[in-house]
């Protein structure tokens, strides 16, 4: 995946601004709260084996930049898409390191589609990486609050909103606006994210295949354009970039 160009921003109004206007100690228990001392039940974990029982992995340095953690995207896909995947990150020593922080290098917000699981597509590992998903990386206040919490309260410095070829949603959503049928329940929703974002200028499958990136791309617009992701992204510490992963090679390459 290609590591030269940031996404910049425009300020919008959000609702989850309440993550920058919260007290330190709220900021420091919810901190707590999500990154966890210990997981209830641990010590009567079935086939347990002692972090001693195994030499120590060397720690990996975690990139800082979002250029840094550009590159080392492109490294684990480049390892993926050609069969020579480290699984990085999994030692017992990584894992007993875990249970008292996490600092992860990236947010992932990914669809839900079983062929496309981050940790996989990039070759990382434990604590690695953040991900979040949802169908055709539809955003709403939980999403959003997800992604925040991982720059605002995790520091990192590198969002990636991936698309992938072929996508289920955006195949659902093409089709509903074709035909004018209601999706069932909630499906629905996820359509009517996903339809302001159709290229109607192409027919078929070149429809789909374009609208999967401009939802890409306007996914990744708003949220380059939260107030508090903006400030970031235009001191340098965050970049907010668009990316496919194409099933048949297995690559992932940029949606500018």
């Known amino acids: 995946m290609n590591s030269d160009r940031a996404v910049g921003a425009q300020p919008t109004a959000s609702a ?92 992932i917000l990914g669809c839900i589609d079983s062929r496309v699981p981050p940790e996989l597509v990039f070759d990382q590992g434990l604590g690695d990486l953040m991900t979040v998903r949802s169908a055709g990386e539809v955003l709403d206040e939980a999403v959003l609050g997800s992604v925040a919490y991982g720059v605002l309260e995790l520091d990192i410095p590198l969002v990636v909103v991936l698309g992938h070829q072929s996508c289920g949603a955006v195949k659902a959503a093409v089709t509903a606006d074709e035909s004018g049928d209601r999706l069932p329940a909630h499906i629905q929703y996820v359509a009517d994210q996903i339809a302001p974002n159709i290229d109607r200028a192409k027919e078929g499958d070149a429809r789909i295949a374009s609208t999967i990136d401009a939802n890409v791309r306007a996914v990744r617009t708003r949220l380059a354009g939260e107030p508090d992701l903006a400030a970031k992204v235009s001191t340098g510490k965050l970049a907010i970039v668009g990316a496919r992963y194409d099933l048949t090679t297995q690559r992932v390459q940029r949606v500018v």
């Not at 990996?60 to 550009?70: G, I, K, M, V």
């Open 16 to 107: 989850h601004k309440r993550f920058a206007l919260a007290s330190p100690a709220r900021r420091a228990l919810l901190r707590f709260g999500l990154t966890g001392t210990a997981a209830l039940g641990a010590t009567a974990a079935l086939g347990a084996v002692p972090a001693s029982a195994a030499p120590a992995a060397p720690a990996r340095r975690r990139p800082s930049t979002p250029q840094e953690a550009l590159r080392e995207l492109a490294a684990g896909n480049q390892r993926w898409s050609t069969c020579r995947e480290r699984h990085p990150d999994e030692s017992p020593s990584v894992r007993q390191a875990l249970t008292s922080a996490q600092h992860p290098f990236a947010v």
